[in-house]
């Protein structure tokens, strides 16, 4: 687990320190204050070799144009050696990443410093980013420790939500070879959005050509595709999925409390908190509601 995050002429943070992180860190303030950023931050020293649209991960930065200048911003303007450093410390590790203002340049460059080195500046790996792909829902990242073993996984989930088959494919990797997984993403959604719920199965409806994660509820005779019970429904599911298949050290979530109705915020944070400890993740969140940051603060 992460236990401080250090930010450097990084975006419009000139010198930022994050300490004593818990498993759940909810990160709160008004519009255009830097909380995507801070996700954003966090993705940068994970990044494997890989490619990986940063710039479409938590945005909707469609044009390339959109997308350098995004690039361009990632460095503070006051930044004298145009660096933006990066320090992520955990207990058995610490990851050092800059990235460099490379704007005359058809792509920007991330660089990695691995911790071992007396002078991070003198040896240096480079990723590639791709300014022209498309990985809005792209997953990621470990880090290699000394030791030679990762140590941390990022999944980078955009506040937009996944489509219906994704999420039902990924409810799929769960429930056939873990039922014990499944029984306990049913349990947190039965607790924390839908009393109602009975069970979910992924199958194949007749008439249809596409796999979806059907629910069944007390009261009616047929089940129903998941999506038509509603984004906060659809988004605690895709949440909970993504805990059980991908097994994520660390979980980065963009407004949290999107189509959660203020009341039901207790009983989401509630669940929330019961699957991220039995999955031991960490998970850093932002939001702008005074109720969200209120419910998550009791649980």
């Known amino acids: 687990m992460l236990n401080s995050i250090t930010f450097q002429d990084y975006r419009g943070f000139s010198n930022l320190k994050l300490e004593n992180l818990k498993p759940i860190n909810l990160i709160v303030g008004s519009n255009n204050v830097g909380k995507t950023a801070v996700l954003e931050g966090l993705v940068i020293p994970f990044l494997e070799h890989q490619p990986c649209n940063l710039a479409q991960l938590f945005r909707n930065s469609p044009s390339k144009e959109e997308q350098s200048a995004f690039w361009d911003w990632l460095v503070n303007r006051d930044a004298e050696d145009n660096l933006a450093r990066i320090t992520c410390s955990a207990n058995n590790f610490q990851i050092h990443s800059s990235v460099v203002n490379t704007s005359t340049d058809a792509h920007n460059k991330v660089k990695r410093y691995t911790p071992q080195q007396t002078d991070p500046l003198a040896k240096q790996s480079t990723s590639q980013i791709n300014l022209g792909g498309s990985w809005v829902n792209w997953k990621v990242t470990s880090q ?23 999420i039902s494919n990924l409810f799929n990797e769960i429930a056939p070879l873990n039922p014990d997984g499944e029984d306990e993403i049913q349990d947190f959604l039965r607790n924390s959005i839908e009393p109602r719920l009975k069970r979910i ?14 629910v069944q509820l007390e009261g009616l005779r047929e089940m129903v595709p998941f999506s038509q019970l509603g984004q906060a429904f659809s988004s605690t599911l895709h949440l909970y999925c993504l805990l059980y298949a991908e097994e994520p050290d660390v979980m980065l979530v963009d407004e949290i409390e999107n189509g959660i109705y203020y009341q039901g915020l207790n009983d989401f944070w509630k669940g929330l908190h019961a699957a991220v400890h039995a999955r031991n993740t960490q998970l850093f969140a932002t939001t702008h509601s005074f109720e969200c940051m209120h419910s998550a603060h009791c649980e």
């Open 144 to 166: 290699i420790d000394q030791a030679g073993k990762a140590v941390c996984k990022v999944i980078s989930r955009p506040s937009t939500l996944g489509k219906p088959e994704t």
């Open 201 to 214: 199965r992924y199958a194949l409806a007749k008439g249809t050509k596409t796999h979806l994660a059907y």
